[in-house]
């Protein structure tokens, strides 16, 4: 994994997503928890964890967090927040956690290095295997016709010796789904091409279930639990009990 959003630009990686609120995210996830974890248990996985941003939040509402990332670029910003958190250099496709969880996280679509259904299948049963009874599975997701779309987003950052403009993109075509990301980092321009699993929806929610999961797909607006009408979901697997 030699993504420059992950390793040469992980140092400016919480300012380039300056935008997101991760408070108002961890408060939803917080009512996902409650309404949907029936395990009992208070150990969270945070898979693809980045800089550890939720990880941090979550341990501080007083879970046992665990956060696991390919980046050990990105776990060296992750370590410098919370002494509490375990950080943990590790492939979602590979990992063996040692122990098992109520609540695991995957979000900022990274699910999606899933890059085809057999390893979206392994890693969900990967998943399946690590969740307590009752436990749950919360990751987003989007439908791959997004990728159909010709809509560009930009977003910037600027203090007194940083500026940056980071332009996302999806691309769907003859059943390839790339992320496209431009970053102009001071006048110096970067890309990188992300290679995506190609899945809709009704894909995903197919593949869950076969893994043995109880399945519910949510809008992605951190806002209210409401069912999905998009395309940007947020999925909760549930751990039969």
Known sequence: MNYQFYTRLAKYYDRIYHYVDYRGQTEFFLHLIEQFNKSGNNNILDIACGTGTHADLLQ??????????????????????????????????????????????????SMLYNTNREEMVNTLINVYSCLHKGGILVFDT?????????????????????????????????NIMKLEIDF??????????????????????????????????????????????????????????
């Open 142 to 174: 989007v439908d791959k016709s997004i990728g159909e779309e010709d809509s560009d987003e930009e977003y910037s950052y600027s203090d007194d010796n940083l500026d940056i403009i980071f332009k996302p993109h999806w691309v769907y075509k003859k």
């Open 60 to 109: 501080k509402k007083g879970f046992d967090v665990t956060g696991i990332d390919l980046s050990s670029d990105m776990l060296d910003q992750a370590k410098k927040k919370n002494e509490f958190v375990e950080f943990i250099e590790g492939d979602m496709k590979t990992m063996k956690p040692k122990k098992q969880y109520g609540v695991v996280l995957c979000f900022f679509n």
């Open 184 to 241: 102009t980092l001071n006048l110096e321009v970067m890309h990188d091409t992300h290679l995506m699993g190609a899945f809709s929806l009704k894909e995903l929610e197919e593949i869950a279930e076969q893994v043995g999961f109880e399945v519910m797909v949510l809008n992605r607006n951190f806002d209210r639990i409401e069912a999905a009408e998009g395309k940007h979901a947020i999925f909760v697997c549930k751990k039969g009990e």
